[in-house]
C-alpha cells in the first residue's frame, strides 16, 4: 500500500483528519492531525491524541514496511494549511497568507506590482458567492496605544479572487497576542 493510504486510513480509524503528511530527506515522517470540523465546535488536538495517533502508526508502517528514522505526530497549529475546500469554508473570515503559482500579471490593472505573488488578508466569499477572495489594505497595522491622525487619508481596499487550482499555498495567517491588548473598535 502507498503511505498515504497507509496514514489515511489509520488516522481517519481513530477519528481524526489527516492535515498534512510531509517526508524529508533526513528520514524523517511528519503527520499532521486535526479532529473533524463540525460548525459551532472548535476541538484542539492535545498530547494524548497524538501519542495514540503516533502508536498506532508505528504499529501500522511497521506491518507495511514503510522505512523512516523518526515519526512525528503532531496538530496544526497557529499557521495551519489550508488545502481543501472545507478548510476554507472553516476559516472564512479569518487572516490568511496565500502565495499563488503564478504572478498576477496584466490583471493587476496597476493596482499592486504585477510579478506579487505573496498576499496577506482577509478570506471571504467572492461576489457570487461559490468562488474566494482575500482582502486587504497597504496601510501598515495600528500599534495599540498608537494615535492616528485623523488627516490621514486611508489606504485603498483591494480584493483578489482566486480558485483553489490558483494556489500553490494558503495558511492561516499566524495572529500572537501576547500583553492582551486589543486596538479600539471603531463605532
Known amino acids: 500500500m502507498a503511505l498515504k493510504q497507509i496514514v489515511q486510513e489509520t488516522v481517519t480509524g481513530l ?6 503528511i510531509d517526508r524529508t530527506a533526513g528520514g524523517l515522517l511528519r503527520i499532521t492531525i486535526d479532529w473533524p470540523w463540525q460548525p459551532g465546535s472548535e476541538l484542539f488536538i492535545n498530547v494524548e ?3 495514540k495517533v503516533n502508536r498506532q502508526l508505528q504499529f501500522a508502517l ?4 514503510v ?6 505526530v503532531s496538530s496544526p ?9 472545507q478548510d476554507f469554508v472553516r476559516f472564512l473570515g479569518e487572516l490568511i497568507d ?13 493596482l499592486v506590482n504585477p510579478t506579487r505573488k505573496k498576499f496577506r488578508g482577509t478570506l471571504e466569499r467572492d461576489a ?13 497595522a495600528v500599534k495599540p496605544g498608537q494615535k492616528v491622525s485623523k488627516k490621514r487619508i486611508p489606504l485603498p481596499v483591494h480584493a483578489l479572487g482566486f480558485t483553489l487550482d490558483e494556489l500553490r499555498d494558503a495558511r492561516l495567517a499566524p495572529v500572537v497576542d501576547f500583553k492582551g491588548r486589543k486596538p479600539k473598535q471603531e463605532a
Open 128 to 140: 457570487t458567492g461559490q468562488g474566494w477572495q482575500i482582502v486587504w489594505s497597504d496601510a501598515p
Open 15 to 20: 477519528g481524526y483528519d489527516l492535515v498534512e
Open 98 to 110: 496565500i502565495t499563488l503559482k503564478a504572478p498576477m500579471g496584466g490583471s493587476a490593472a496597476g
Open 67 to 72: 522505512t523512516y528514522n523518526r515519526l512525528e
Open 77 to 85: 497549529g497557529i499557521d495551519r494549511p489550508l488545502s481543501r475546500e
Open 49 to 51: 491524541d497524538c501519542e
Open 62 to 65: 511497521e506491518v507495511d514496511g
